[in-house]
C-alpha cells in the first residue's frame, strides 16, 4: 500500500493477557518505530529498527514489551500481561534509510488499545 | 526540564489571522526539527521539517529556527478552520541513537469563524 498500515485498529483485552500489534511499513523504508501515545499527550518512543537490526529499544517501559522485525519489513510489538497502564495508541512509523539529513517518519493510523 | 517543551494551550485565533506556535528543546547539539499536525483521534501528518537557522516556508506555513536560543516555531498564515488541530514539535536529540525523535506533548490549536 501507499502509507504503513496497522492492524487491528482496535485491540480490547483482559488485563493479563498478551496482545500482538502488527505494522506494515513504507514499502522501501530502512527505518521502522514504534511509539506509545497516551491521550492529551505526544508520541513516545519506544524502539527503533533499521531493517532487521533493533538498534534502540531505550523506550520499551518493561520487559513485558517485545518487538521484532524479522525480515526487515513488517514488524510486530508484543506486549504480555497487559497492565492497565498499558492503554493507550500504538503508533508506528516509518521513514527512508537515513542519508545526510534524518528522514522525517510517516506513520500509521495507529492500534488504540484497552486494557479492562 | 523536558527535553522538548510545547505550551499546551488551547490556543484560540480567529480565521485568516497568523497562528504562531512555539517550541523550545534541551539538547542544544540538535540539528533536526519537525512539526507535525494531528486531529483528533488520527496519526501525526508530517507539515515541515527545518535543519538551518532561519525561515523556512512552504504555502501558508512557515518554520523559524533558532539554535542559539533553542526555539522553534511554526507561523500558519490566512489560519482556516480545517488547520484546528493539535500540533506536534519533535526534535532528534543528538545524544541519542541513529534516529530517535523526541515529541513535545502538542500544542491544541482552535481555529475561530
Known amino acids: 500500500g501507499a502509507g504503513v498500515s496497522q492492524s487491528p485498529r482496535y485491540k480490547v483485552a483482559k488485563r493479563g493477557q498478551d496482545v500482538a500489534l502488527r505494522c506494515d511499513p513504507i514499502s522501501g523504508h530502512v527505518s521502522l518505530f514504534w511509539y506509545q501515545q497516551a491521550l492529551g499527550q505526544g508520541p513516545e518512543f519506544l524502539t527503533y529498527?533499521?531493517?532487521?537490526?533493533?538498534?534502540?529499544k531505550s523506550g520499551l517501559p518493561s520487559d513485558r514489551f517485545f518487538a521484532e522485525r524479522p525480515e526487515g519489513s513488517v514488524s510486530t510489538l508484543k506486549i504480555q500481561r497487559t497492565q492497565q497502564e498499558d492503554s493507550a495508541v500504538y503508533l508506528c512509523?516509518?521513514?527512508?534509510?537515513?542519508?545526510?539529513?534524518?528522514?522525517?517518519?510517516?506513520f500509521g493510523d495507529g492500534t488504540r488499545l484497552s486494557i479492562l | 526540564q523536558k527535553e522538548v517543551e510545547q505550551n499546551s494551550g488551547p490556543l484560540s485565533v480567529p480565521e485568516g489571522a497568523i497562528a504562531s506556535l512555539n517550541c523550545t528543546y534541551s539538547d542544544r547539539g540538535s540539528q533536526s526539527f519537525f512539526w507535525y499536525r494531528q486531529y483528533s483521534g488520527k496519526s501525526p501528518e508530517l507539515i515541515m521539517s527545518i535543519y538551518s537557522n532561519g525561515d523556512k516556508e512552504d504555502g501558508r506555513f512557515t518554520a523559524q529556527l533558532n539554535k542559539a536560543s533553542q526555539y522553534v516555531s511554526l507561523l500558519i498564515r490566512d489560519s482556516q478552520p480545517s488547520d484546528s488541530a493539535t500540533y506536534l514539535c519533535a526534535v532528534k536529540l543528538t545524544a541519542s541513537s541513529a534516529s530517535k525523535i523526541i515529541f513535545g506533548s502538542g500544542t491544541r490549536l482552535s481555529i475561530r469563524p
Open positions: 529498527f533499521q531493517n532487521e537490526a533493533q538498534l534502540d
Open positions: 512509523a516509518s521513514s527512508l534509510k537515513k542519508g545526510t539529513r534524518d528522514q522525517p517518519q510517516h
